[in-house]
């Protein structure tokens, strides 16, 4: 919120006492209006819908009652003339001081500007990528990784206390898939004819995990492959359908797999934790240096297998509530009664818990931990768990309105015309890495979050790169490299940037254009606040668009150092330092913005 704006709220909370003392307004009457900054300078600064929200009650129309709440204001140095426009809008046009008073709070807050401390005591934890600790992060992931780092700086800057979480899930089958796949590839090292699964891990990076695994123990923990089969149910087999389409025509993936797993377990015994763990140990430190690189940090990599003591516990308390059933042998959870679509399983007939059951026991940790509000980043692909999760927590007796839950849709990623397809099973897949390495952390972090979560997004590599106005996050950073290099001309001419001076004079600071920027930069703590509590990064990334656009076209048009060679007048010096000063809170806003975001503020470019 802007400093103006408080005392148009506070002079118009008094005009609504004043119309409840006079019986215009009822005594109990909530007073729901708005205060929003205009988009056109010609309507002032702020305009409040007071009159129209109050008409019906007070049973005016909105222009009378609008004129009655305007002879009723009490006088303010800021505001220098009030007007009602339209339908009973009413709008305020600041006092020039006023206008000016931006600059000197940002001057003063510098860093800090736009932040604020209103959540301040209140607990919130953002969890997110949780990515399957199977493969390198692929540009899906680092989606999920910008977002969910963005939303959490941007709820620390209103002033939550805000705990990163990493969700890492090493007890589950995906895990036991890789195990058995990085094993099956050690039988290759140690002369094995495997023929290798279709549905296990079939990447170089599996190859890669197994040779250190070899040249520890050799040929000693080695099985044959024929005892790796026994008992295993054939593999899928496809063709290609008169569609060209791939089918399935006998065996079973899945089941194949498992065989293959159970197998491994079995003939491995405790050794087979040497695979889990090499597999794990591996792929999560990769995970964790690749997101380290990418300015992605967590305050905890919470363990799935951490969590397996807990679940019991969680399915009793279900149970206690009378939330749980048996039918065909498995253990099912009543999640129709919440509305969700059908009951889940929470343990199978083999006595194994589903990752539901996991999950469970994981929010219940997460609100037992203390925390005012939860939120979970997930892909879109995982809608149908939101009402389940919920269900649960409400069922075990907690308000689910305290967990949120942010489903992030999918990216394509584009080479000029061409589509990349990703795979993570197959391991043809563009990594995270890739992406980073080719395009550059800041433009990955900025279009990863320049979109609506829910909206899709199509990543253009080329643009990425591009060194043009087109391409949004070189153009911001370009305008604060560009004012960077105004100041560093200022001195290399011998010329002291002067702050007094500049305000002196910030009265000769009179185009529209420049009252567009004074406005601009004086919204910015209204769009961090609505970026954050809406969980919107997108907000401030049009808005840095907005601001660097509107300095670039004042830059072009506006020449702010005097021209070589030539003796400026005192006149001419003095509109310099105005608009000197106006450049420097522009670049701090810029910087404050990218910073925000994860971006780096480059001072030339």
């Known amino acids: 919120m802007s400093e103006q704006q408080p005392v148009i ?18 005594i109990d009457w909530v007073d729901n209006s708005t205060i929003s900054r205009t ?21 005016k129309n909105p222009r009378e009652l609008a004129q009655t709440i305007v002879a009723m204001l009490p006088a303010s140095d800021m ?44 607990k919130i934890q953002v969890e997110f990528v949780s990515a399957n600790p199977t493969s390198s992060l692929h540009v899906g992931h680092g989606r999920g990784a910008a977002f969910g780092m963005s939303v959490a700086n941007l709820l620390e ?16 089958r995906q895990m036991d898939i890789l195990a058995t796949s990085t094993y099956l590839r050690y ?69 194949h797999i498992d065989g293959l797993i159970a197998n491994a377990k079995a003939n491995l015994g405790d050794n087979y934790q040497i695979f889990h763990e090499a597999a794990l140990n591996t792929i999560l430190a990769d995970i964790q240096d690749d997101l380290a690189d990418f300015n992605v940090h967590f305050d905890q990599w919470f363990s799935e297998k951490s969590i397996q003591d807990a679940i019991v516990p969680a399915l009793e308390l279900l149970e206690q509530r009378g939330f749980l059933y048996q039918k065909d042998g498995n253990l099912w959870f009543k999640s129709t009664e919440f509305g969700d679509e059908k009951d889940r399983v929470v343990r199978r007939a083999n006595g194994q818990f589903t990752y539901f059951a996991s999950d469970i026991a994981y929010h219940k940790d997460k609100l037992d931990r203390g925390y005012d509000k939860i939120i979970d980043v997930w892909g879109s692909d995982h809608h149908g768990y939101i009402k389940r999760v919920k269900a649960a927590l409400t069922a075990m007796g907690y308000d689910a309105q305290r967990m949120d839950v942010i489903l992030v849709q999918f990216v394509t990623l584009w080479r000029g015309t061409e589509q990349i397809q ?8 563009v990594t995270l890495r890739e992406l980073r390495q080719e395009v550059g952390n800041d433009a990955a972090r900025f279009y990863y979050v320049a979109r609506k979560p829910e909206q899709h997004i199509d990543f253009d590599l080329e643009l990425a790169k591009s060194h043009t106005k087109d391409n949004a996050v070189y153009y911001i950073q370009y305008a604060h490299a560009r004012i960077c290099r105004v100041l560093e001309r200022t001195e290399e001419r011998g010329i002291k940037v002067d702050d007094k001076a500049g305000k002196a ?29 809406n969980y919107e990064p997108h907000l401030l990334t049009n808005y840095l668009k907005d601001l660097a656009s509107l300095f670039h076209g ?35 806003v810029i910087q404050n913005g990218l910073i925000l975001l994860g971006l780096t503020a480059p001072t030339s470019m």
């Open 9 to 26: 709220s506070q002079a118009l909370a008094l005009v609504v006492e004043s119309l409840k003392q006079q019986q215009i307004l009822p």
């Open 39 to 59: 988009k056109d300078q010609a309507h002032g600064d702020f305009a409040s819908n007071l009159a129209m929200i109050a008409a019906k009650t007070a049973k």
């Open 422 to 429: 990703m795979s993570s099973r197959s391991g043809q897949f």
């Open 505 to 533: 004079h910030q009265h000769l600071l009179t185009q529209p254009v420049e009252t567009d920027l004074l406005s601009l930069l004086a919204s910015y703590p209204e769009v961090l606040r609505r970026a954050a509590v």
């Open 187 to 255: 039988l290759e090292l140690c002369g094995e004819p495997i023929v290798f699964p279709t549905n296990a891990y079939q990447g170089d990076y599996v190859k890669d995990i197994a040779k250190p695994i070899k040249k520890q123990h050799g040929d000693s923990l080695k099985t044959a492959w024929e005892h790796m089969l026994l008992n295993v149910p054939a593999d899928a087999e496809y063709q290609i359908d008169a569609n060209g389409e791939k089918v399935c025509v006998s065996g079973d993936k899945e089941a």
């Open 79 to 122: 505001i220098s003339k009030v007007e009602i426009a339209g339908p009973g809008f009413i709008n305020f046009f600041l006092d020039d001081n006023a206008r000016f008073a931006i600059l000197d709070t940002i001057m003063q807050q510098k860093g800090d500007f736009g932040t604020s401390e209103e959540f301040a005591g209140q």
């Open 157 to 172: 800057a209103v002033g939550y206390q805000v705990g990163r979480e990493y969700y890492v899930n090493d007890a589950g």
């Open 554 to 588: 004042w830059y072009n048009d506006n020449r702010i150092l005097p021209k070589d060679g030539e003796t400026p007048t005192q006149d001419e010096l003095d509109l310099m330092q105005a608009r000197l000063r106006l450049s420097k809170s522009v670049r701090q």
